[in-house]
């Protein structure tokens, strides 16, 4: 392969170059064609020049050459794959007006070029981009034709910008946990010169639920509801990435709170909305486990288990689980990160009549959210005064992490809280 850039500038990732190479490609770098040899009409070879710079000092494709420094390589094909342009040959001197950058001339929200009934997409309207942006204008095309079609009138689509969001600060980078990216296994790169079945095999179930966990969930973070907000500080002090800050009211930058519901759990005055997995989702879906229950008053304990959503390796796992406990009298409910769960979350269940609470957080040294496991344990420390002080055993409450995975230990966390509240019960 004969490539203009050096290595350093080719557009290409670093593992698309050393895949190529697995697979025995020889990459020249820093060469240009200066002619190809050919024989009775078929390419014998290439002769190069040497390409000195490929862009000019304001970053321009210009590529300049050595033409006294040359080389020749044998070749039995030349495949020339170099940057295209849209082939406007067809519509040259017709009434199809070009601009000049080689594109259609066109309206941008209507998609209607300088001929009536002729809409343009893609490179012909936008020049070199990406095939998303490809695809979004084609769709755009799609409904400007259809509406042409269906009223004789041109259809305005104004033109959306997306929000960006900000960098994130150095600050808060630092305190995220960096997590290494799964490798996915690629085919042997002897079969894949001789095949073309995909080379990807692909995440497992396992592997694809801790590439997820790698998301830094932008967007999903939390919200202060102005009129509520006390500006007491609380979410300033407890935000274990040094996001949340209060002006006259809370502020949690989007682009730089990691969602770990840490300032939710505790703002005094209920200010804090989560967009993702709010509390007032997670009751929601308490109401409907609790539906479940069976009459008070039976002989199996009632037991709600809050469980870390980020320790689960396999969704039927839980699944199966949730069915199969549901008649030992154990509804299972998963949550990012247990640490989001305030101190009137856990007593929820004991006011909707269940007589335990497990909560089982992640695994030692996972969780993501720094000083979430001592916030959490703080809480439940709470909750259970609180019951105590209604005459509830405080100890109705469990703290379990988990062993090794969900699947090794949880099962027998679940049975341990059930005998002891069997005894409890005076059953056990
Ligand atoms: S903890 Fe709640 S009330 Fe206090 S400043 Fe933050 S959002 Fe406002
Ligand atoms: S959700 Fe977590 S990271 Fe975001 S502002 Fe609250 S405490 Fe900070």
Request: hydrophobic share 35%.
């Amino acid at each position: 392969m004969v490539c203009l850039e050096s290595r350093e500038e080719m557009p290409a990732w670093k593992w698309e170059i050393e895949e190529a190479e697995e697979e025995g490609i020889v990459i020249m770098n820093s060469w240009g064609p200066k002619a190809v040899f050919s024989e009775a009409s078929e390419v014998r070879g290439l002769e190069l020049k040497k390409c000195t710079t490929v862009f000019d000092s304001e970053g321009r494709f210009n590529p300049q050459f050595d033409d006294s420094d040359n080389r020749s390589v044998l070749a039995d094909n030349a495949i020339i794959a170099i940057g295209q342009r849209g082939d406007l040959t067809c519509v040259r001197g017709g009434t199809l007006k070009i601009n000049p950058g080689e594109r259609l001339e066109c309206d941008r929200e209507t998609l209607s070029t300088s001929r009536e009934g002729i809409f343009v997409c893609g490179e012909l309207l936008i020049g070199p981009a990406s095939s998303v942006e490809a695809v979004r204008d084609g769709h755009r095309a799609a409904k400007a034709i259809d509406h042409y079609l269906k009223t004789g009138s041109l259809l305005k689509q104004p033109i959306v910008e997306l929000p960006t969001l900000g960098e994130l600060p150095d600050d808060t980078a630092q305190k995220i946990k960096k997590q290494t990216p799964v490798n996915i296994e690629l085919l042997p790169p002897e079969i894949r010169l001789k095949e073309f079945s995909e080379i990807e095999r692909g995440f497992s179930e396992k592997e694809a639920l801790e590439e997820a966990r790698r998301c830094l969930a932008c967007t999903t973070g939390a919200l202060a509801d102005e009129a509520k907000c006390a500006a007491c500080l609380t979410c300033v002090r407890i935000c274990p990435f040094n996001v949340a800050t209060v002006e006259k009211t809370a502020v949690m930058p989007e682009e730089k709170c990691q969602a770990c519901g840490l300032c939710a759990a505790e703002c005094p005055a209920a200010a804090i909305a989560l967009k993702r997995f709010s509390t007032d989702k997670m009751k929601e879906q308490l109401q409907d486990v609790l539906k479940g229950f069976p009459e008070a008053g039976g002989t199996t304990p009632l037991i709600v288990s809050y469980c870390c959503l980020f320790e689960v390796t396999s969704r039927m796992f839980i699944i199966q689980k949730s069915q199969s406990y549901i008649e030992s009298g154990i509804h299972i409910i998963t949550i990012p990160c247990v640490a989001r769960l305030s101190v009137p979350d856990l007593l929820l269940p004991f006011e909707r009549g269940a007589d335990g609470l497990t909560i089982i957080g992640c695994s030692d040294g996972s969780c993501l959210y720094p000083t979430a496991e001592d916030r959490l344990l703080l809480r439940i420390r709470q909750a259970k005064r609180v019951l105590e002080e209604v005459g509830v055993e405080g100890e109705r409450i469990d703290y379990w992490k988990t062993e090794a995975s969900a699947e090794v230990s949880w099962t027998s966390f679940w049975e341990i809280s059930r005998r002891k509240l069997l005894h409890m019960k005076g059953e056990g």
